[in-house]
């Protein structure tokens, strides 16, 4: 997910997508230690699309 998308969402919906982004980052994370996953860089980007998100959601904080 590019920065320019992640920045049109609202608060509420960067909360959700938060949300629905880590608990598919764990499952791929607990996935991969049961079984590795074909490209294992998809945990890389995932954990750094979450923190994307996090990073937006705290600046629209701040601007408030």
């Known amino acids: 997910m590019k920065i320019a998308e992640i920045r049109a969402l ?10 629905t982004e880590v608990s598919n980052y764990e499952t791929m ?3 991969h230690h049961v079984t590795p996953l074909e490209d294992p860089s998809k945990i890389k ?3 750094r ?3 994307r998100l996090k990073t937006v959601l ?7």
């Open 10 to 19: 609202s608060a509420d919906e960067l909360r959700e997508r938060i949300q």
């Open 29 to 31: 994370k607990f996935n």
């Open 45 to 47: 980007q995932a954990r």
């Open 49 to 51: 699309t979450i923190a």
């Open 58 to 64: 705290r600046e629209l904080e701040l601007k408030k």
